[in-house]
């Protein structure tokens, strides 16, 4: 995952606002199971096998990892794949990827840089119990275009469309999951909250699939953007639903924790991610999945 710049309209003055609307969200849910339309959980019951992707390395397991340390613990077998966990061709970095790799405080070689990174997910998948799959992917801030032009020119410039230039992508990874992907498997994709480009690249390539799909709240760009949140569930419904205990949400802090290089972007310190993962548990998020409105 990357950077968010400081000074992001959506960071936290919008916590108050977040957590109004997943309340509201939360109390919906409870709605739903009092008319016995609570979600159905009914692939919990024939599939064990489970695949979260993840864009980055750390999506899933900021999204869900409470839920998959939950589903472990059941006895269910899950993986992380990690999409755009790849080591990049060694070029300059772009002033975008040099300002990251400042805040992260990784190697300076880039190979080293993003083998610190893979290390912190392995960790933070065994805290879990989880099985990780690194794909060979870089991610977007060191990729460039076939001109050579870099694909992220400015620091917002991650949260966009997919780029025209980098379309073969989705059918790149497209075919890199099919080529993996196990029968009966449960997979889930991100909901791409927040917009990132490769988090687009990643949904649009597993549901080409073809395959019935479940979809996770891109964390903590859900909590970031409440209002973009809502507007995005308006197209999904829950489908399945697990809760996340106590134990629950100390796995999922602390496997979030191991993503060392990366809680200076998104909190102030250990303590701070610990009480922002716990309100968003306490909200009542990171209990679901949902998949595509018919
Ligand atoms: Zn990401």
């Known amino acids: 995952m990357v950077k968010i710049p400081s000074g992001c309209h959506c960071e936290h003055s919008d916590a108050k606002q977040s957590l109004q609307i997943w309340m509201r ?23 064990m096998n489970w695949i979260y992707l993840s864009p980055h390395l750390d999506d899933a397991v900021l999204s869900c990892g409470g839920l998959i340390w939950e589903q472990v613990k059941s006895g269910l077998v899950v993986e992380i794949w990690t999409i755009c966990a790849g080591f990049p061709p060694p070029t300059p ?42 794909f060979d992917i870089p991610d977007c801030v060191y990729r460039r275009l076939p001109g050579g032009k870099p694909v992220v020119v400015e620091d917002q410039g991650m949260f966009a469309p997919i780029h025209p230039g980098e379309a073969y992508l989705v059918a790149e990874v497209f075919g890199q999951i099919k080529s993996n992907l196990p029968a009966q498997t ?28 479940l979809y996770y709240a891109d964390y903590p760009y859900a909590a970031q953007h409440p ?26 802090q602390d496997s979030v924790a191991a993503y ?24 009542g998020m990171g209990n679901f999945l949902w998949q595509a409105a018919s």
């Open 93 to 134: 970095l772009s002033p975008v990827a040099q300002a990251l790799h400042d805040r992260w405080q990784t190697p300076a070689s880039l190979r080293e840089s993003v083998a610190t990174r893979r290390a912190e997910d392995v960790l933070a998948c065994r805290r879990l119990g989880a099985e990780p799959l690194h």
């Open 186 to 213: 449960c997979l889930v994709s991100p909901m791409t909250v927040g917009g990132h480009m490769d988090h687009r690249i990643v949904r649009a390539a597993a549901e080409r699939l073809g395959q019935r799909l």
């Open 25 to 47: 969200l939360f109390a919906d849910t409870r709605q739903c199971a009092r008319r016995g339309e609570t979600a159905r959980n009914d692939l919990m019951v024939i599939i």
């Open 227 to 252: 209002q973009e949140l809502a507007a995005a569930l308006v197209s999904f419904s829950r489908d399945y639903s697990l809760t996340v205990s106590q134990a629950g949400l100390r796995a999922w």
């Open 260 to 283: 060392h290089s990366q809680i200076s972007t998104f909190w102030a310190g250990r303590t701070d991610l610990d009480a922002e993962v716990k309100a968003y548990w306490q909200a």
